[in-house]
């Protein structure tokens, strides 16, 4: 069947893929431990439970409109001030089915042939593919570990004056874990409104930071930086609530009005209930957010221990969100019985083949010679992945 163009340009997500993977071995009853899934293994508190069921309850079961109902906007809008300090109003504010799709909508009313899109890399797996999709290029900015991961001020300024449209920020990151302090996105913000480019930014992992990390959001530096940036979160992360689909974006208020154009002609509405559920989310007790932080911060702490004390693997203590970002480049020309180490990709297989151990290799993410481990998973689930990690590593030479 001869399938539109458009589809043979992306690839399927890899880190759903390693999941589904991961899952589909343990269907057929292989001991597979998974540090591919980048969602948290904790139950939905309750008290959001709670707020779905009594919402079905009451019948609130129908379409609403397109973009989110006002309750919902107001807690999005409340969250943010208390946040951030930025004020939105609700036509400036847009719900979708998870922030994955408030991104694929951004990128659909804003980006098309002709544009470029800026992207530091290490990125999520997911924004190259929705810039691809919108039919506009991509200019990857490359980091490396010296920098932490993050773009010098020269590397931003070049890339700005490409003549991109707009920058696509991850802070705290998915794959790496890093953080950008406030010094580093007034810079950004100031080449941003000197370019007149928008930002793009992802901050879903904001409540998911350690020790003195601090979440700034980039539409916090004044009127016009703000009237550039797309604030883009959700549900998923910070209350465990990967299946309800929600997320959200507050931005400027045209671009809002196209995507709920969009919305209206693709998925409509997100879920009613996981609405209402949500806004329990945003307003009710947050005792769990800090809960499942301090968690978080020990699995992070013995993972990080644990890898770096393995030999050709070193990592770096990630800031935010709850993935480890380890350098394997150490392992790259070893081999042991039919396997041999020459790519991220090479070691991912032997891991899952061999170990067990499901990781995503680095090319996902732009960032050959790493593998991401998410530490979304119980402490016992992470010593044994580990303990077979370690064994693993040691019978390559
Ligand atoms: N941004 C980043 C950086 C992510 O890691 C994820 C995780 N899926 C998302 C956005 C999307 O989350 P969701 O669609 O579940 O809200
Ligand atoms: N964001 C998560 C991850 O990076 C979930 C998977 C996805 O949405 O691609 O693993």
Redesign the pocket.
Known sequence: MALAERVNKIKESPTLAVTAKAKAMRAQGIDVIGFGA?EPDFDTPDNIKQAAELAIKNGFTKYTPVGGIDQLKDAIIDRIKGDSGVSFERPEVMVSC????A?YNISQALFQEGDKVIIPAPC?VTYPDQVELSGSETVVISTTEETDFKPTAAQWKEAMASGAKAVIL?SPC?PTGSVFTREELKELADLAVEHDVYIIS?E?YGKIIYDDAEHVSVASFGEEAKKRTFLVD?V?KSYSM?GWRI?YVAGPQEVISAMNKLQSQSTSNPTSIAQMASIEALTGPQDSVKDMVSHFKERRDFMCERLNAMPGISCLKPRGAFYTFPNVSGLFGKSWDRWSINSSGDFSAFLLEHARVAVVAGDAFLAEGYVRLSYATSMENIRKGLDRLEEAVSKLS
Do not use: Q, R
Not at 98 to 101: D, I, L, R, S
């Open positions: 980048g998870g922030a994955k799709h991104l999520w991850n998915n992802d879903i959700g998923s990967t997320g």
